[in-house]
Protein backbone atom coordinates (compact mmCIF):
# COMPACT_ATOMS: atom_id res chain seq x y z
CA UNK A 1 0.00 0.00 0.00
CA UNK A 2 1.54 3.19 -0.72
CA UNK A 3 0.02 5.48 1.77
CA UNK A 4 1.31 3.43 4.31
CA UNK A 5 3.19 5.79 7.18
CA UNK A 6 6.59 5.39 7.49
CA UNK A 7 8.40 3.91 10.00
CA UNK A 8 9.96 7.10 11.47
CA UNK A 9 6.37 8.62 11.76
CA UNK A 10 5.26 5.01 13.32
CA UNK A 11 7.77 5.84 15.96
CA UNK A 12 7.01 9.16 16.71
CA UNK A 13 2.91 8.20 17.18
CA UNK A 14 4.02 4.72 19.55
CA UNK A 15 6.46 7.36 21.32
CA UNK A 16 3.87 9.16 22.39
CA UNK A 17 2.63 12.72 21.57
CA UNK A 18 0.91 15.64 22.22
CA UNK A 19 -1.74 16.58 20.02
CA UNK A 20 -3.96 19.50 20.06
CA UNK A 21 -7.11 19.87 18.27
CA UNK A 22 -6.78 23.07 16.38
CA UNK A 23 -9.95 25.69 16.52
CA UNK A 24 -10.59 27.70 13.73
CA UNK A 25 -10.05 31.50 13.93
CA UNK A 26 -12.97 33.40 12.75
CA UNK A 27 -13.89 36.93 11.50
CA UNK A 28 -16.88 38.81 12.64
CA UNK A 29 -18.10 37.84 8.81
CA UNK A 30 -17.42 34.19 9.59
CA UNK A 31 -14.18 34.04 7.20
CA UNK A 32 -11.05 32.76 7.89
CA UNK A 33 -8.96 34.61 10.46
CA UNK A 34 -5.86 34.21 8.50
CA UNK A 35 -3.40 36.00 11.09
CA UNK A 36 -5.37 34.41 14.03
CA UNK A 37 -5.18 31.07 12.75
CA UNK A 38 -1.74 31.15 12.35
CA UNK A 39 -1.07 32.58 15.76
CA UNK A 40 -2.83 29.69 17.37
CA UNK A 41 -0.85 27.39 15.00
CA UNK A 42 2.14 29.09 15.70
CA UNK A 43 1.15 28.35 19.56
CA UNK A 44 0.44 25.30 19.76
CA UNK A 45 3.82 24.55 18.10
CA UNK A 46 6.51 27.18 19.90
CA UNK A 47 4.66 25.25 23.12
CA UNK A 48 5.90 21.78 22.03
CA UNK A 49 3.63 19.52 20.79
CA UNK A 50 4.40 16.80 19.00
CA UNK A 51 1.52 16.48 16.28
CA UNK A 52 -1.67 18.98 15.11
CA UNK A 53 -5.14 17.96 14.46
CA UNK A 54 -7.47 20.44 11.83
CA UNK A 55 -10.59 20.18 10.94
CA UNK A 56 -11.72 18.07 14.13
CA UNK A 57 -14.54 18.57 16.29
CA UNK A 58 -13.14 21.65 18.04
CA UNK A 59 -12.08 23.35 14.45
CA UNK A 60 -16.01 23.18 13.99
CA UNK A 61 -17.45 20.60 11.78
CA UNK A 62 -19.68 23.35 9.88
CA UNK A 63 -16.39 24.61 8.29
CA UNK A 64 -17.01 22.20 5.69
CA UNK A 65 -20.26 24.04 5.14
CA UNK A 66 -18.89 27.39 4.82
CA UNK A 67 -16.29 26.32 2.47
CA UNK A 68 -13.54 26.51 4.91
CA UNK A 69 -11.96 22.41 5.15
CA UNK A 70 -9.70 23.09 2.29
CA UNK A 71 -8.50 26.73 3.55
CA UNK A 72 -7.73 25.86 7.11
CA UNK A 73 -5.81 22.70 6.01
CA UNK A 74 -4.18 24.50 3.41
CA UNK A 75 -2.96 27.08 5.90
CA UNK A 76 -2.03 24.62 8.85
CA UNK A 77 0.45 23.38 6.16
CA UNK A 78 1.96 26.51 5.66
CA UNK A 79 2.65 27.19 9.14
CA UNK A 80 3.93 23.76 9.72
CA UNK A 81 6.10 23.48 6.36
CA UNK A 82 7.55 26.45 8.15
CA UNK A 83 8.11 25.31 11.45
CA UNK A 84 9.75 22.22 10.11
CA UNK A 85 11.98 23.49 7.93
CA UNK A 86 13.44 25.84 10.55
CA UNK A 87 13.32 23.59 13.53
CA UNK A 88 14.29 20.35 11.66
CA UNK A 89 11.65 18.48 13.05
CA UNK A 90 8.80 16.36 12.39
CA UNK A 91 5.71 17.31 13.52
CA UNK A 92 2.38 14.62 13.34
CA UNK A 93 0.37 15.95 10.60
CA UNK A 94 -3.64 15.16 11.23
CA UNK A 95 -6.72 15.99 9.36
CA UNK A 96 -10.35 15.43 10.92
CA UNK A 97 -12.39 13.57 8.33
CA UNK A 98 -15.71 12.92 8.26
CA UNK A 99 -19.57 12.60 6.42
CA UNK A 100 -21.02 9.56 4.67
CA UNK A 101 -18.21 7.25 2.12
CA UNK A 102 -18.36 9.96 -0.52
CA UNK A 103 -17.56 12.68 1.62
CA UNK A 104 -15.15 10.84 3.44
CA UNK A 105 -12.87 9.63 1.20
CA UNK A 106 -12.64 13.12 -0.67
CA UNK A 107 -12.05 14.72 2.42
CA UNK A 108 -9.35 11.59 2.91
CA UNK A 109 -8.07 12.50 -0.51
CA UNK A 110 -7.59 16.24 0.12
CA UNK A 111 -5.67 15.81 3.29
CA UNK A 112 -3.18 13.39 1.28
CA UNK A 113 -2.56 15.80 -0.91
CA UNK A 114 -1.54 18.45 1.31
CA UNK A 115 0.69 16.10 3.07
CA UNK A 116 -1.46 15.25 6.42
CA UNK A 117 0.11 12.12 7.45
CA UNK A 118 -3.10 10.52 8.56
CA UNK A 119 -7.46 11.09 9.38
CA UNK A 120 -9.04 11.38 12.12
CA UNK A 121 -12.16 8.93 11.13
CA UNK A 122 -15.05 10.07 12.70
CA UNK A 123 -18.60 8.15 12.06
CA UNK A 124 -21.21 10.34 13.67
CA UNK A 125 -22.83 10.43 9.73
CA UNK A 126 -23.20 6.86 10.25
CA UNK A 127 -24.61 6.23 13.61
CA UNK A 128 -27.69 3.85 12.43
CA UNK A 129 -25.30 1.85 10.25
CA UNK A 130 -24.44 -2.01 11.10
CA UNK A 131 -20.72 -2.79 12.12
CA UNK A 132 -20.06 -4.24 8.60
CA UNK A 133 -21.29 -1.48 6.69
CA UNK A 134 -18.83 0.56 9.15
CA UNK A 135 -16.00 -1.74 8.31
CA UNK A 136 -16.23 -1.49 4.66
CA UNK A 137 -16.54 2.83 5.23
CA UNK A 138 -13.35 2.49 6.76
CA UNK A 139 -11.69 0.20 4.61
CA UNK A 140 -12.72 2.72 1.40
CA UNK A 141 -11.42 5.87 3.70
CA UNK A 142 -8.21 3.86 4.56
CA UNK A 143 -7.47 3.19 1.00
CA UNK A 144 -6.49 6.85 0.47
CA UNK A 145 -4.87 7.51 3.71
CA UNK A 146 -3.64 5.74 7.34
CA UNK A 147 -6.40 6.25 9.57
CA UNK A 148 -7.02 6.82 13.27
CA UNK A 149 -9.89 6.10 14.92
CA UNK A 150 -12.54 8.35 16.61
CA UNK A 151 -14.73 7.32 19.56
CA UNK A 152 -16.50 10.51 19.54
CA UNK A 153 -19.26 10.61 23.19
CA UNK A 154 -22.83 10.96 22.07
CA UNK A 155 -23.24 14.10 23.96
CA UNK A 156 -22.01 15.77 20.77
CA UNK A 157 -22.83 13.52 18.22
CA UNK A 158 -20.96 10.18 18.41
CA UNK A 159 -22.69 6.86 18.26
CA UNK A 160 -21.87 3.73 20.48
CA UNK A 161 -19.31 1.59 19.17
CA UNK A 162 -19.12 -1.97 20.28
CA UNK A 163 -16.17 -4.33 21.08
CA UNK A 164 -16.86 -6.57 18.23
CA UNK A 165 -16.67 -2.94 16.06
CA UNK A 166 -13.00 -2.17 17.60
CA UNK A 167 -11.80 -5.30 17.13
CA UNK A 168 -13.25 -5.41 13.08
CA UNK A 169 -11.51 -1.98 12.71
CA UNK A 170 -8.52 -3.24 14.73
CA UNK A 171 -7.61 -5.58 11.71
CA UNK A 172 -7.77 -2.77 8.81
CA UNK A 173 -4.16 -2.57 8.16
CA UNK A 174 -4.03 0.90 7.47
CA UNK A 175 -5.85 1.94 10.82
CA UNK A 176 -2.32 3.34 12.93
CA UNK A 177 -3.87 4.48 15.81
CA UNK A 178 -7.31 5.06 17.91
CA UNK A 179 -8.46 8.42 19.81
CA UNK A 180 -10.74 7.13 22.41
CA UNK A 181 -13.17 9.84 23.57
CA UNK A 182 -16.06 8.42 25.15
CA UNK A 183 -16.13 10.13 28.31
CA UNK A 184 -16.78 6.53 29.46
CA UNK A 185 -14.82 4.24 31.26
CA UNK A 186 -16.75 1.07 30.12
CA UNK A 187 -16.52 2.29 26.43
CA UNK A 188 -12.94 3.00 26.64
CA UNK A 189 -12.07 -0.50 27.84
CA UNK A 190 -14.33 -1.92 25.13
CA UNK A 191 -11.84 -0.06 22.71
CA UNK A 192 -9.07 -1.49 23.86
CA UNK A 193 -10.35 -5.09 24.68
CA UNK A 194 -11.24 -5.03 20.46
CA UNK A 195 -7.18 -3.77 20.13
CA UNK A 196 -6.46 -6.46 22.41
CA UNK A 197 -8.27 -9.69 20.55
CA UNK A 198 -7.46 -8.25 16.85
CA UNK A 199 -3.70 -9.20 16.99
CA UNK A 200 -2.38 -6.00 15.97
CA UNK A 201 -1.76 -4.43 19.70
CA UNK A 202 1.78 -3.65 19.02
CA UNK A 203 0.72 -1.90 15.66
CA UNK A 204 -2.32 0.57 16.99
CA UNK A 205 -1.10 3.35 19.29
CA UNK A 206 -3.53 4.42 21.79
CA UNK A 207 -4.46 8.00 22.50
CA UNK A 208 -6.93 10.02 24.86
CA UNK A 209 -9.22 11.89 23.95
CA UNK A 210 -11.16 11.76 27.20
CA UNK A 211 -10.75 15.01 28.29
CA UNK A 212 -12.21 14.54 31.20
CA UNK A 213 -9.85 12.05 32.32
CA UNK A 214 -6.31 12.86 30.85
CA UNK A 215 -3.76 12.11 33.99
CA UNK A 216 -5.43 9.21 34.67
CA UNK A 217 -5.63 7.35 30.92
CA UNK A 218 -2.00 8.80 30.55
CA UNK A 219 -1.10 6.82 33.63
CA UNK A 220 -2.88 3.33 33.17
CA UNK A 221 -1.33 -0.16 31.60
CA UNK A 222 -4.27 -1.99 30.84
CA UNK A 223 -3.56 -6.02 30.69
CA UNK A 224 -6.05 -7.75 28.62
CA UNK A 225 -6.63 -11.19 28.48
CA UNK A 226 -6.73 -13.18 25.15
CA UNK A 227 -6.69 -16.64 24.54
CA UNK A 228 -4.12 -17.75 26.58
CA UNK A 229 -2.20 -14.51 27.06
CA UNK A 230 -2.56 -10.91 28.70
CA UNK A 231 -1.98 -8.49 26.43
CA UNK A 232 -0.58 -5.24 27.80
CA UNK A 233 -1.31 -1.92 26.44
CA UNK A 234 -0.35 1.82 27.35
CA UNK A 235 -2.50 5.12 25.88
CA UNK A 236 1.09 6.56 25.12
CA UNK A 237 -0.39 9.97 24.04
CA UNK A 238 -3.20 12.78 23.85
CA UNK A 239 -5.36 14.21 21.03
CA UNK A 240 -7.73 16.25 22.99
CA UNK A 241 -9.67 19.62 22.88
CA UNK A 242 -8.85 20.46 25.94
CA UNK A 243 -5.03 20.57 25.20
CA UNK A 244 -6.08 23.62 23.11
CA UNK A 245 -5.72 25.83 25.90
CA UNK A 246 -2.58 26.30 28.48
CA UNK A 247 -0.73 23.86 25.91
CA UNK A 248 2.47 24.93 27.06
CA UNK A 249 1.56 23.53 30.27
CA UNK A 250 0.04 20.34 28.43
CA UNK A 251 3.16 19.67 27.03
CA UNK A 252 5.03 20.21 30.72
CA UNK A 253 2.69 17.63 32.06
CA UNK A 254 3.11 14.85 29.43
CA UNK A 255 6.60 15.36 29.89
CA UNK A 256 6.15 14.77 33.63
CA UNK A 257 4.17 11.80 33.29
CA UNK A 258 6.38 10.34 30.45
CA UNK A 259 9.57 10.37 33.44
CA UNK A 260 7.42 10.19 36.49
CA UNK A 261 8.55 7.65 39.44
CA UNK A 262 6.08 5.79 41.56
CA UNK A 263 6.47 8.03 43.82
CA UNK A 264 5.28 10.66 41.59
CA UNK A 265 1.64 9.26 40.71
CA UNK A 266 0.25 10.54 43.88
CA UNK A 267 0.80 14.14 43.00
CA UNK A 268 0.09 13.26 39.38
CA UNK A 269 -3.30 12.15 39.84
CA UNK A 270 -4.36 15.12 42.13
CA UNK A 271 -3.20 17.17 39.52
CA UNK A 272 -5.29 15.68 37.49
CA UNK A 273 -8.60 16.52 39.06
CA UNK A 274 -7.98 19.58 38.90
CA UNK A 275 -7.49 19.41 35.32
CA UNK A 276 -10.81 17.54 34.62
CA UNK A 277 -12.61 20.67 37.19
CA UNK A 278 -10.82 22.98 34.58
CA UNK A 279 -12.41 20.74 31.88
CA UNK A 280 -15.72 20.73 33.34
CA UNK A 281 -15.72 24.72 33.12
CA UNK A 282 -14.41 24.93 29.47
CA UNK A 283 -16.21 22.14 27.76
CA UNK A 284 -19.50 22.88 29.66
CA UNK A 285 -20.13 19.65 30.99
CA UNK A 286 -23.00 20.82 33.33
CA UNK A 287 -25.06 21.36 30.45
CA UNK A 288 -24.15 18.41 28.30
CA UNK A 289 -21.32 19.64 26.64
CA UNK A 290 -23.52 22.74 24.55
CA UNK A 291 -20.41 25.30 25.23
CA UNK A 292 -17.62 23.12 24.69
CA UNK A 293 -16.46 24.76 22.00
CA UNK A 294 -16.90 28.50 23.34
CA UNK A 295 -15.76 27.79 26.43
CA UNK A 296 -12.24 26.80 24.28
CA UNK A 297 -12.39 30.00 22.75
CA UNK A 298 -13.60 32.12 25.75
CA UNK A 299 -9.94 30.83 27.26
CA UNK A 300 -8.11 31.91 24.00
CA UNK A 301 -10.04 35.13 23.50
CA UNK A 302 -8.64 35.63 27.37
CA UNK A 303 -5.46 35.55 26.07
CA UNK A 304 -5.32 37.66 22.89
CA UNK A 305 -4.93 34.82 20.59
CA UNK A 306 -8.92 34.87 19.26
CA UNK A 307 -10.59 38.12 18.92
CA UNK A 308 -13.96 37.27 20.26
CA UNK A 309 -15.96 34.41 20.48
CA UNK A 310 -17.43 33.50 16.52
CA UNK A 311 -18.69 30.43 15.28
CA UNK A 312 -20.29 29.33 12.32
CA UNK A 313 -23.17 27.22 14.28
CA UNK A 314 -24.91 30.42 16.08
CA UNK A 315 -26.24 27.37 18.99
CA UNK A 316 -22.63 27.27 19.39
CA UNK A 317 -21.98 29.68 22.52
CA UNK A 318 -21.34 30.13 26.43
CA UNK A 319 -23.68 29.01 28.54
CA UNK A 320 -25.34 30.20 31.47
CA UNK A 321 -22.93 30.56 34.18
CA UNK A 322 -20.53 29.17 32.01
CA UNK A 323 -18.33 32.16 32.00
CA UNK A 324 -18.51 32.89 35.82
CA UNK A 325 -17.00 28.71 35.49
CA UNK A 326 -14.25 29.37 33.47
CA UNK A 327 -13.37 32.50 36.33
CA UNK A 328 -13.70 30.16 38.80
CA UNK A 329 -11.15 27.90 37.31
CA UNK A 330 -8.42 30.81 36.85
CA UNK A 331 -8.84 32.01 40.38
CA UNK A 332 -8.27 28.85 42.44
CA UNK A 333 -5.77 27.02 39.67
CA UNK A 334 -3.61 29.78 38.50
CA UNK A 335 -0.83 27.28 38.41
CA UNK A 336 -2.59 25.12 35.50
CA UNK A 337 -2.33 28.38 32.96
CA UNK A 338 0.07 29.44 30.83
CA UNK A 339 -0.84 33.30 30.24
CA UNK A 340 2.53 34.59 31.14
CA UNK A 341 4.38 31.92 28.04
CA UNK A 342 1.03 33.57 25.77
CA UNK A 343 1.73 37.04 26.12
CA UNK A 344 5.68 36.83 25.81
CA UNK A 345 5.43 35.45 22.52
CA UNK A 346 1.42 36.67 21.39
CA UNK A 347 3.13 39.75 18.67
CA UNK A 348 5.68 37.85 17.16
CA UNK A 349 2.86 35.35 16.49
CA UNK A 350 0.31 37.53 15.45
CA UNK A 351 3.12 38.97 13.38
Known sequence: MSNELSSELQKLLHNGLVIPANPTALTKALKLDERRQRALTRYYLDSGSGGLAIGVHTSQFEIRDAGLYKPVLELGREEL???????????????????????????????????YHAALLSLSALKNKTNKELIEHCKAVAGV???????????????????NFWREFSKIKNVIAIKMAPFDRYRTIDVIRGVAESGRANEIALYTGNDDNIVADLLSEYHIPVGNEIIKKKIVGGLLGHWAVWNKKAVDLFSSIKSAAPSDISDLLTLGIKITDSNAAFFDSRNKFRGSIAGIHEVLIRQGLLESNYTINPNEKLSSGQKEEIDRIYKIYPELNDDHFVAENLDSWLS
Open 81 to 115: NSFCVKNKKIIFRIAGVLGKTKQAVKEAQTAADLG
Open 145 to 163: IPIIGFYLQTSVGGGVLDT
